[in-house]
């Protein structure tokens, strides 16, 4: 069982820099054979996939966040951090990660796939 706790979210200006990092629980797992993902829900909208990070290191970015948000993970740590950079006000929503132990190490952010949620962090930019 993967228990995940996001935090870091805030409240900043449009042009700041935010940094949510999500935590595995420290049971007997090797996070390196897990996947994981940021996705976010603004209210109103549909969740979407932000940033995926694959057990083999590789990432895949929304369009929306390409050259902006940067995904890593610390496997001994067990954190995947999000770090968000030029925020703007249309990045406000609520913040989860997701982890899943694939068959093959990919990137993904496929909601279906991910069987590990947290209860997610919010992030609200103010232009």
């Known amino acids: 069982q993967v228990h995940l706790v996001e935090s870091g979210g805030g409240s900043v200006q449009a042009g700041g820099s935010l940094r949510v990092s999500c935590e595995g629980s420290?049971?007997?797992?090797?996070?390196?054979?897990?996947?994981v993902a940021w996705f976010r829900q603004a209210p109103g909208k549909e969740r979407e996939g932000v940033a995926g990070?694959?057990?083999?290191?590789?990432?895949t970015y929304a369009e929306s966040v390409k050259g902006r948000f940067t995904i890593s993970k610390d496997n001994d740590r067990k954190i995947v951090y999000l770090q968000m950079n030029n925020l703007e006000p249309g990045d406000t929503a609520m913040y989860y990660c997701?982890?899943?132990?694939?068959?093959?190490?990919?990137?993904?952010?496929?909601?279906?796939?991910?069987?590990?949620w947290g209860q997610g962090t919010q992030v609200t930019i103010s232009s």
């Open positions: 997701a982890a899943y132990r694939p068959l093959v190490c990919r990137a993904t952010m496929s909601p279906a796939e991910f069987r590990y």
């Open positions: 420290r049971n007997r797992y090797k996070y390196s054979e897990y996947s």
């Open positions: 990070i694959g057990c083999d290191g590789s990432t």
